[in-house]
């Protein structure tokens, strides 16, 4: 395990020597989230009784940078290191397929959490929020972190330049993301696009993730969590094949 721990202690220290990009710019982003929907729309939308809006958008804010920063933290040091060249030295090493995935997941869920943590301690400060089933908040920050982990995996193999690698994250991460129920509930939504939400897995993920804090979400938690750990499941499966084939990496 000695690589795998290399590998992993070298990706942690490649986002938190610039935290203040990493780390401290998502917090603030989510912040500014907070403050101006919050103030527009803190007296004229309860999309659950008794839940007032500000505190219904914090664990979507949450949620969201969890999600967002697991992706950028492996995509960005795959594109990175081949760009530059130096994933050669990683490709040299005695390293299972295994132990490099992992590696680069565990690293990417590490941010996600760490910074999802950060939002939250700074947004709590603006809403009363309630813990009723925190073992589900725990078990989709997991999940949701590792899948998006995996598709930044997945996205810095396939992309070869970092234009390839923005189009990924902007017209498939940031709309799945924002059309998931951060800033709404889809119940407010038309039939139609109601079940088009519910094709988003990301929709799962946050509405499980909200229900650990409310107790009341769209879906049923325990569906929820069945499909988002099916998704990573396949994710996984074919970020390993990836890696195992060395697509993109070993040419």
């Known amino acids: 395990m000695t690589g795998f721990r290399t590998l992993f202690y070298k990706e942690m220290l490649r986002f938190w020597k610039v935290a203040t990009q990493t780390v401290a710019a998502p917090i603030l982003t989510a912040v500014l989230y ?8 803190e007296d004229h939308v309860q999309v659950y009784p008794g839940v007032k809006y500000t ?6 804010l949450v949620m969201m940078s ?18 530059t060249g130096n994933l050669v030295f990683v490709l040299l090493t005695p390293l299972s ?23 939250f301690l700074v947004t709590a400060w603006f809403a009363d929020m309630h813990f009723v089933a925190p073992w589900w908040i725990a078990i989709f920050a997991l999940l949701g972190a590792s899948m998006l982990g995996t598709m930044g995996l997945i996205a810095g193999i396939w992309a070869e330049k970092f234009d390839q690698l923005a189009a990924f994250q902007n017209f498939l991460i940031m709309p799945a993301t924002f059309l998931s129920g951060v800033f709404y509930s889809v119940h407010s939504l038309p ?10 897995p990301f929709f799962y993920m946050i509405d499980g993730f909200r229900y650990g804090f409310f107790g009341q ?9 069945g499909v988002v750990a099916c998704f990573l499941a396949l994710l996984v499966a074919f970020g390993v094949s990836l890696l195992r084939s060395g697509y993109k990496l070993r040419h």
């Open 66 to 83: 969890v999600l967002q920063n697991a992706f950028a933290n492996s995509s960005s040091s795959l594109i990175q290191s081949k760009i």
């Open 97 to 119: 397929h295994w132990e490099m995935f992992s590696a680069y997941v565990l690293a990417a869920v590490t941010r996600g959490l760490i910074v999802g943590a950060g939002v």
């Open 217 to 225: 979400s769209d879906v049923d938690p325990l569906i929820s969590c």
């Open 34 to 41: 907070l403050l101006i929907f919050g103030h527009v729309l």
């Open 191 to 200: 039939s139609f696009w109601q079940n088009v939400s519910h094709l988003n």
């Open 55 to 60: 505190a219904f958008l914090v664990p979507g």
